[in-house]
């Protein structure tokens, strides 16, 4: 299973620093510009026919949500390679169900704009590569089989209500808060010779691609957080943090757990409790949480969600 990828590739959590946010035409023109020469299309970038290794895991193994707990150590080596892969598809599914919220962010944010501009048609573009992320994403599961995990329908309706509310500073930080996660997670994927090809092409190509989607982002947050009121800041860290919560409690469904005998409750309980989950959690969204620090967006008592949620 292959993908063609870049040999080096953004670093993560690059773009705000304590400065002023650049130019918006001037960095959505140079987006294009490296959208032209390094975008890939999943459906012949990679081998979808290739067999599936039954001795690789999904994800490495250190990511799963029951890694270091008895309930781990109680499974053979077949059921934690099984477990990997459907919580690979888990993440991937709920990927789905977030790329579908934040196209519609985006396309609400340039609605009326002038389509000449570069950061309408940066957004264009940045929606295109959602969509082909979602379609990778849907075949990884088909391909190994697994079903499309996706949130239960009470979070969906959440979701929906926020992409139909959310605007601003609220909108751009939903988008980092559910990449920058995980982006740091699939970049150990991709580098993990224990993993499956498959997990590991479909991780690169998301990493390259939404490093520019983290970089427009970011710069949109610094830019337009500062303009907001005091009672508007104090909705926005709701929003942010609300939303970031629901992240972390949904990327893996308890469906999953099934796939290898475990009873789905138990073993989301053992999951919630494991303190080397949250703490890699907590580790992936560090990036994230000190931006949406210095720019105000994680402050009050909002910081609460963050808490509760396991991310700081």
Same mark, same amino acid.
């Given at each position: 299973?292959?993908?063609?990828?870049?040999?080096?590739?953004?670093?993560?959590?690059?773009?705000?620093?304590?400065?002023?946010?650049?130019?918006?035409?001037? %960095?959505?023109?140079?987006?294009?510009?490296?959208?032209?020469?390094?975008?890939?299309?999943?459906?012949?970038?990679?081998?979808?026919?290739?067999?599936?290794?039954?001795?690789?895991?999904?994800?490495?193994?250190?990511?799963?949500?029951?890694?270091?707990?008895?309930?781990w150590?109680?499974?053979?080596?077949?059921?934690r390679?099984?477990?990997?892969?459907?919580?690979?598809?888990?993440?991937?599914?709920?990927?789905?169900?977030?790329?579908?919220?934040?196209?519609?962010?985006?396309?609400?944010?340039?609605?009326?704009?002038?389509?000449?501009?570069?950061?309408?048609?940066?957004?264009?573009t940045?929606?295109?590569?959602?969509?082909?992320?979602?379609?990778?994403?849907?075949?990884?599961?088909?391909?190994?089989?697994?079903?499309?995990?996706?949130?239960?329908?009470?979070?969906?309706?959440?979701?929906?209500?926020?992409?139909?509310?959310a605007?601003?500073?609220?909108?751009?930080?939903?988008?980092?808060?559910?990449?920058?996660?995980?982006?740091?997670?699939?970049?150990?994927?991709?580098?993990?010779?224990?993993?499956?090809?498959l997990?590991?092409?479909?991780?690169?190509?998301?990493?390259?691609?939404?490093?520019r989607?983290?970089?427009?982002?970011?710069?949109?947050?610094?830019?337009?957080?500062?303009?907001?009121?005091?009672?508007?800041?104090?909705?926005?860290?709701?929003?942010?943090?609300?939303?970031?919560?629901?992240?972390?409690?949904?990327?893996?469904q308890?469906?999953?757990?099934?796939?290898?005998?475990l009873?789905?409750?138990?073993?989301?309980?053992?999951?919630?409790?494991?303190?080397?989950?949250?703490?890699? %959690?907590?580790?992936?969204?560090?990036?994230?949480?000190?931006?949406?620090?210095?720019?105000?967006?994680?402050?009050?008592?909002?910081?609460?969600?963050?808490?509760?949620?396991?991310?700081?």
């Amino acid at each position: 299973m292959t993908a063609t990828v870049p040999t080096t590739m953004p670093t993560a959590g690059t773009g705000h620093s304590g400065r002023r946010p650049v130019d918006r035409e001037a %960095l959505s023109a140079r987006l294009l510009g490296s959208a032209a020469k390094k975008s890939y299309d999943p459906v012949v970038d990679i081998d979808w026919t290739a067999p599936i290794p039954e001795h690789l895991y999904g994800l490495s193994p250190e990511w799963s949500t029951l890694y270091g707990t008895p309930m781990w150590d109680s499974l053979s080596e077949e059921q934690r390679v099984t477990l990997t892969i459907h919580e690979y598809c888990s993440i991937s599914g709920v990927g789905i169900w977030f790329e579908c919220l934040l196209m519609q962010l985006v396309l609400r944010d340039i609605y009326g704009d002038d389509p000449a501009q570069p950061h309408v048609q940066w957004a264009l573009t940045e929606i295109a590569d959602e969509c082909r992320h979602s379609v990778m994403f849907a075949r990884t599961a088909e391909t190994f089989g697994a079903p499309s995990y996706q949130p239960p329908a009470a979070i969906q309706k959440l979701g929906k209500a926020y992409a139909a509310r959310a605007d601003g500073p609220a909108a751009y930080a939903a988008i980092l808060v559910a990449e920058e996660i995980l982006d740091i997670f699939q970049r150990d994927l991709m580098k993990d010779e224990r993993v499956q090809p498959l997990t590991r092409a479909t991780s690169q190509i998301h990493v390259v691609e939404e490093a520019r989607h983290m970089r427009f982002a970011r710069e949109e947050i610094a830019r337009r957080t500062p303009q907001l009121s005091s009672w508007q800041l104090r909705k926005h860290r709701t929003l942010v943090a609300a939303c970031a919560a629901i992240v972390a409690e949904n990327l893996v469904q308890p469906e999953v757990y099934a796939s290898v005998g475990l009873d789905p409750k138990e073993a989301r309980a053992v999951a919630r409790a494991n303190p080397h989950y949250r703490d890699k %959690l907590r580790d992936a969204s560090a990036g994230l949480v000190a931006f949406l620090r210095e720019v105000g967006l994680v402050a009050g008592p909002s910081e609460l969600l963050w808490k509760r949620a396991g991310l700081v």
